[in-house]
């Protein structure tokens, strides 16, 4: 058995580089970790172009993916991963999937920067039951901070990464529902309607006026008069349950 023990291996630099955004964008992958979240992966039958582990994972990356894992130590572990505690597996993936996803029902999130807001929302919506995530502008949604929040989520739900003018162009028959703090029609006026793509904004700044009046409605969530309102993800999320 061949095993990887030197982090100066051209292999481990190589993937290492897809720690931060411009070594993702430049190789078109990205690297996720965890028996957990890898599970949702192999569930959803997506097929890692490298898998890495240690020897004492090794039959657990064999067995999630049905391929040989490339054995490093416990050092080079620690420089492929992102975790203060690595799992002992690693795997890397292709952005493209072998069919490109058509737009559906769902969340369009607009200048997410917060990676635990933006994998909290990617869960919400499998949860409940969307098939695509526009993201505009925002974080990286392949970031390992995102999946990680997203506990595999990611996985489940097509992500296309749009610029909000290519959303305009590309949206169809599709609605664009504005959420607001505001001013904006109840949830009940929109709930199980099959045709909305729910826009949820920045965390600090919402929604740029030219978007709200790009969208075709705005929905405000109803709260008691202490509240202002809710962070990003915990709007966002309960305005696709209401909707779903």
């Known amino acids: ?24 964008k430049a190789q078109q992958k990205f690297l996720a970790e965890g028996t957990r979240i890898l599970t949702e992966f192999s569930d959803a039958n ?3 172009t490298e898998l890495f582990s240690t020897e004492q994972m090794e039959d657990t990356a064999r067995e999630l993916f049905k391929k040989e894992p490339v054995i490093v130590s416990d050092n080079v572990m620690k420089k492929l991963s992102t975790r203060v505690t690595p799992s002992g597996i690693i795997a890397v993936f292709s952005y493209q999937r072998e069919t490109a996803p058509e737009l559906s029902s769902g969340p369009v999130l607009v200048g997410i920067t917060d990676p635990g807001n933006m994998g909290t929302l990617f869960r919400s919506a499998v949860a409940f039951g969307s098939e695509t995530v526009v993201v505009v502008e925002g974080c990286d949604p392949y970031s ?16 296309l990464n749009w610029s909000w003018e290519k959303l305009i162009k590309n949206k ?30 920045n965390e600090a700044h919402g929604l740029s006026e030219e978007q709200i009046d790009d969208c075709d409605a705005q929905i405000t969530l109803p709260m008691g008069e202490k509240s202002e309102s809710l962070n990003a993800a915990i709007a966002g999320s309960i305005a696709l349950y209401l909707l779903k």
């Open 144 to 159: 390992p901070k995102v999946i990680q929040a997203s506990a595999g989520a990611v996985a489940q739900i097509n992500i």
């Open 172 to 201: 169809k028959e599709f609605n664009l529902c504005a959420l607001v703090v505001k001013d904006g029609q109840s949830p009940e006026a929109f709930k199980a309607k099959k045709d909305l793509l729910l826009v949820i904004g």
């Open 1 to 24: 058995m061949n095993k990887i023990t030197s982090v100066q291996n051209e292999l481990i630099k190589t993937i290492s580089k897809l720690h931060i955004p411009k070594g993702r």
């Open 46 to 48: 997506w097929k890692p």
